[in-house]
């Protein structure tokens, strides 16, 4: 302990249960705002969005472990020597300054070594983690928020599938030229046909339209025709929701591969991998690849429309194939959006988190440039992922072979869960009311069973 530091043994009692009371106090008001929203989602019924709020809280108390680990193993780290030559290679800022070094810092340095994690440097630490726990909260809400605004157009599209013009429009007694439809006059254009030039073309068409209306129309009679019989009374627009709604679960989710991912960055953090100039780019491109890559499935249906036939009865009908996807995954492109996510939201912290630690100026970012970029891109692709490319994926995924558990309503999930047990239940019964077969085998090859059942008359014979 630092001389000149108080302890509790010289800290007021009234002191020290003034703060726990409000720490404690503010703890619960938190964890009863996040009961509050779990009974509103369970009112509207959105099931997927409750198990969301649950994976965040267990996020949360995952972090929270792990600053609680780090506050215990505190001094036992700092009290691990390494070579001093080591304890001066991949430094942030190039240099190290030894005047504010405590006891055990200090032990070690006196053996000409370093210490392998300072006090101060893993109390700065729990701070980071704090600052990515927010952080990575709050922007997986404003994600789906930017979702939920985008899909709000859609659901006048989804309206206006029941009025009489669509039904004119649709209605299979028409025919006309693929090329003639709206949805080939969007994408049989001479640069989609081309396997170079159709690249470049759904990376711009990101930015302008990503989903249009008769995309929409005809990605939603095609994904009905295909597994339904007859689009009477389906609201597609309501298991797109839903389907969002799943898809937020696993976007907030952290996997073990992306906890490694943090942990690569904090290591190219050193100064001499210049990873201004590399690293705040890596989730755009990323995010960039997989909004081309969905707007290029969108295409290719409709050129493989196009190929089986010319004619088109009523409206364009695309054809949902797995194969259209990475290495035939649907769920390939959700996978990247998530570590996408949580790369944004850590780089956001890292910034906000030597910002507050270390100045405006500092080591981290020295230069006018390197401020601009970070924050820049952060927004940009938190902007681009929430209201562009994640509600695409909730559309084109559903082009996939599998029809997705989401396109039940909580109603009738609820109801074949019901089932199940019931049948299951009564399945067990029957089996426990069956007599064993090993009983009546013995009986039937008892010779006094077989001699006693005999009639009076077959004896005297």
């Known amino acids: 302990m630092a001389e000149g530091e108080i302890t509790l043994e010289q800290t007021p009692t009234w002191a020290v249960a003034t703060v726990c009371f409000f720490l404690i106090f503010i703890s619960i008001f938190i964890e009863y705002l996040l009961h509050l929203l779990a009974k509103y989602f369970s009112k509207k019924r959105r099931t997927y969005l409750i198990q969301a709020l649950s994976k965040i809280k267990t996020e949360l108390m995952l972090l929270g472990f792990v600053s609680l680990l780090m506050t215990v193993l505190e001094k036992p780290v700092a009290k691990i020597c390494i070579p001093k030559s080591a304890g001066e290679t991949f430094l942030p800022c190039g240099s190290v300054d030894s005047s504010d070094w405590d006891e055990e810092e200090t032990k070690c340095s006196e053996q000409g070594k370093a210490s392998l994690l300072s006090t101060e440097g893993m109390t700065q630490l729990r701070y980071l983690i704090f600052v990515l726990a927010s952080f990575h909260s709050v922007l997986s809400i404003l994600t789906f928020g930017l979702g939920m605004a985008k899909m709000r157009r859609w659901e006048s599209w989804e309206a206006e599938t029941r009025t009489l013009d669509y039904q004119f429009s649709t209605d299979p007694r028409r025919f006309q030229l693929t090329h003639q439809t709206l949805f080939g006059k969007r994408h049989l254009r001479y640069w989609n046909e081309n396997s170079v030039l159709r690249w470049p073309a759904c990376f711009l068409r990101q930015f302008y339209g990503s989903v249009s209306k008769v995309d929409y129309f005809t990605l939603r009679h095609g994904f009905i025709m295909a597994h339904f019989d007859q689009d009477n009374n389906f609201d597609f627009h309501k298991y797109i929701r839903r389907a969002l709604d799943k898809d937020f679960g696993v976007v907030v989710g952290i996997s073990f591969w992306i906890w490694m991912s943090a942990v690569s960055f904090i290591f190219f953090n050193a100064q001499k991998f210049y990873n201004y100039y590399w690293l705040p780019f ?130 009738v999930i609820e109801g074949l869960k019901r089932w199940r047990a019931k049948a299951r239940k009564n399945l067990k019964n029957s089996y426990s009311a069956r007599p064993s077969i090993d009983t009546t085998l013995s009986l039937d090859s008892s010779p006094s069973f077989s001699l006693h059942s005999r009639p009076e008359s077959s004896i005297g014979k």
């Open 282 to 411: 890596i989730p755009l491109v990323m995010l960039l690849l997989v909004g081309t890559k969905l707007q290029a499935i969108i295409t290719l249906m409709c050129l493989d429309s196009h190929d089986k036939s010319h004619v088109v009865k009523g409206t364009l009908l695309v054809r949902p194939s797995d194969h259209l996807f990475w290495f035939g995954r649907p769920k390939l492109p959700l996978q990247l959006l998530q570590f996408i996510s949580f790369q944004n939201s850590f780089q956001l912290a890292f910034f906000t988190w030597t910002w507050y630690k270390f100045g405006f100026r500092s080591c981290f970012h020295r230069r006018t440039e390197d401020i601009v970029i970070r924050l820049v891109m952060g927004v940009v692709v938190h902007f681009l992922c929430g209201y562009v490319t994640l509600p695409l994926y909730a559309l084109v995924t559903q082009m996939g072979t599998s029809m997705r558990p989401a396109v039940f309503t909580e109603d």
